[in-house]
T-cell receptor
Framework: KAGVTQTPRYLIKTRGQQVTLSCSPI?????VSWYQQTPGQGLQFLFE???????NKGNFPGRFSGRQFSNSRSEMNVSTLELGDSALYLC????????????FGSGTQLSVL | QQQVKQSPQSLIVQKGGISIINCAYE??????FPWYQQFPGKGPALLIA?????SEKKEGRFTISFNKSAKQFSLHIMDSQPGDSATYFC???????????FGTGTSLTVIP
């Protein structure tokens, strides 16, 4: 079974631009979560989608948004990029009935110059 | 505000030694406490997890000790091996929702 796939693997953007990251969950997983990982801060929860609906949202500004499609694939968008948005963005999928085990992708490393 | 506090930030252990990583939390609504292991260039992977109705859980060389009254839990890695060198994250979640609160991570290096 294929794991969680995130594209692109690396991304370089400049301040003010916007970016879209993509995540394909494990087949059969209907929940997709997004986390931001930075050195010293660990992983910070961005949001979670289930059946195309946002179920939970973390404490991030409105510049961060996401969506989920009918095939459970998810995208995350960051508008008006700031230097502080440089981070590893991780996507995780899980079975709807089991909140316990998250399966993470390898992430998208975003650098904002 | 970090809901789960993790220490130490880094740890160096001799091969065969015991690695101990500690976490503390404040929110008594947390009812599930997993540990994740992350290798460079990879996403975190679930290592072991515990619920507050038990004080200890062991899987192979990995043990979680849980102290509900102190609101603390720790990961013990027995007979540490160089292949255990990775970053370890503790986390916590509550039954409402699928949001996990992660610690800031511990970089473990096991030297031969």
């Amino acid at each position: 079974k294929a794991g969680v796939t995130q594209t692109p693997r690396y991304l370089i953007k400049t301040r003010g631009q916007q970016v879209t990251l993509s995540c394909s969950p494990i087949s059969g997983h209907r929940s997709v979560s997004w986390y931001q990982q930075t050195p010293g801060q660990g992983l910070q929860f961005l949001f979670e989608y289930f059946s195309e609906t946002q179920r939970n949202k973390g404490n991030f500004p409105g510049r961060f948004s996401g969506r989920q499609f009918s095939n459970s694939r998810s995208e995350m968008n960051v508008s008006t990029l700031e230097l502080g948005d440089s981070a590893l963005y991780l996507c995780a999928s899980s079975l709807a009935a089991s909140r316990e085990k998250l399966f993470f992708g390898s992430g998208t490393q975003l650098s904002v110059l | 505000q970090q809901q789960v506090k993790q220490s130490p930030q880094s740890l160096i252990v001799q091969k065969g030694g015991i690695s101990i990583i500690n976490c503390a939390y404040e929110n008594t609504a947390f009812d599930y406490f997993p540990w994740y292991q992350q290798f460079p260039g990879k996403g975190p992977a679930l290592l072991i997890a515990i619920r507050p109705d038990v004080s200890e859980k062991k899987e192979g060389r990995f043990t979680i000790s849980f102290n509900k009254s102190a609101k603390q839990f720790s990961l013990h890695i027995m007979d540490s091996q160089p292949g255990d060198s990775a970053t370890y994250f503790c986390a916590a979640s509550m039954s409402a929702g699928n949001q996990f609160y992660f610690g800031t991570g511990t970089s473990l290096t096991v030297i031969p």
